[in-house]
């Protein structure tokens, strides 16, 4: 009886430790975080500099310029990797649309990308930098009411 009363703790406590490691070794569930977080890097900088542009956060052009420069090195990276088959239910907002339109939705992350490297020409000139960051926030409408969900799938 002894036995038992030590090895049923171990057993529960090893159950949870290897529930836990297959979440995090999920290649879906990988896929889904690889993709939302420069999302959230892009949002943070974008709603950052809506905000000065709006007066809801004090103008401050150097921080401007920096928080633009950051947009910019987000345009280096593949903002389309993630979007793998079986990867639209769970903890996402991603329309499995994009499944049935990859070309497209690839296509449009390419041009977003490019939009975003240009910013790098502007970044030292506060006019310009402003009329960009209104312009792209057309690229972001564009492609999440096409393929960003208002809820997550589960
Ligand atoms: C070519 C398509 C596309 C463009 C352009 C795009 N997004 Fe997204 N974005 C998505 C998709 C798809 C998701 C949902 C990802 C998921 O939930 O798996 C998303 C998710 C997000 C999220 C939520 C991230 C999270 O925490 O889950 C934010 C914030 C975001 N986008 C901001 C922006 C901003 C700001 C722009 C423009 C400056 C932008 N996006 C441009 C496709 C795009």
């Excluded at 490691?21 to 999920?26: L, T």
């Excluded at 900088?45 to 401050?60: H, T």
């Excluded at 920096?66 to 990867?87: C, F, H, I, T, V």
């Excluded at 690839?106 to 930098?129: C, H, I, Q, W």
Aim: net charge positive; with cysteine.
């Amino acid at each position: 009886m002894k036995r038992y009363a030590f090895a049923i703790p171990a057993i529960l406590s090893m159950s949870i430790v290897s529930a836990h490691s297959v979440a995090a070794d999920d290649p879906i569930v990988k896929a889904q975080e690889l993709r939302q977080a420069p999302m959230k890097l892009i949002g943070n900088n974008f709603g950052f500099m809506v905000g000065m542009l709006k007066g809801e956060i004090p103008w401050n052009a150097t921080e401007f310029s920096k928080r633009g420069n950051e947009l910019a090195a987000m345009g280096q990276l593949d903002l389309g990797r993630g979007y793998m088959p079986g990867s639209y239910k769970g903890h996402t907002r991603a329309s499995a649309d994009i499944a049935d339109n990859m070309d497209d939705f690839n296509s449009k992350m390419r041009d977003f990308e490019s939009t975003l490297r240009d910013l790098s020409a502007v970044t030292g000139k506060p006019d310009a930098l402003k009329a960009a960051v209104k312009d792209l926030g057309d690229s972001c409408k564009g492609c999440h009411k096409e393929y960003k969900n208002r809820e997550y799938a589960g």
